[in-house]
């Protein structure tokens, strides 16, 4: 554990600089669901399933960037903001070299970040979707952070629910086999 003086804590208190927050560019990061097994399955849990990435660019493309409180954050069960958590994460040498790659730019300057993308879903569960080290990064750092928030439709919201969909079709088709007669 590397030791810093007070010299340079107030140094770095005083020239403290800034993350700016932008939405993130979805083809670029469908690969924290296809090329995860864990979050496939998350998915289909919630009765999302994509098959093309034309199907994932479209749900996440209704996200918006916006502050998600840290008691909503302790229930994405996939992100880690605890300083254990943190640790235990750095404890990965490919993790760990790219968040020190991102502390490192931030330490000489402003970053402008895409944002992490938090997926809340109908039953009100969290899917910490991508940007894990963006966020630890800037958390870290004392800034706040602006998360692209995609929230999956209720099924009162205009989605309907498979079964609702298997009983309009049921109906439609009671209605087509009844023969009325005079």
Excluded at 118 to 137: C, E, L, P, Q
Excluded at 148 to 159: I, T
Aim: charged share 35%; net charge negative; glycine share 4%.
């Amino acid at each position: 554990m590397r030791k810093v003086s007070v010299d340079n804590v107030l140094r770095m208190f005083m020239s403290r600089h800034t993350v700016k927050w932008e939405n993130p560019v979805i083809a670029e990061e469908l690969d924290a669901y296809f090329g995860s097994p864990e979050a496939c399955e998350a998915f289909a849990k919630q009765g999302l399933r994509f098959g093309e990435e034309r199907d994932l660019r479209q749900f996440l493309s209704a996200g918006r960037l916006s502050p998600i409180p840290d008691e909503i954050l302790s229930k994405v069960a996939n992100f880690a903001f605890s300083k254990e958590d943190l640790e235990e994460k750095l404890s990965d040498q490919t993790y760990s070299q790219a968040y020190k790659e991102l502390e490192h730019k931030l330490e000489k300057g402003d970053l402008l970040l895409k944002a992490p993308i938090v997926v809340k879903f109908k039953d009100d569960s969290y899917w910490g979707f991508s940007g894990r080290k963006r966020a630890y990064v800037a958390r870290k750092n004392g800034a706040a952070v602006l998360y692209f928030l995609v929230e999956q439709p209720k099924d009162d919201e205009g989605e309907k629910s498979e079964q609702d969909s298997e009983k309009e079709k049921e109906q439609e088709d009671k209605m087509e086999s009844t023969v009325f007669s005079d």
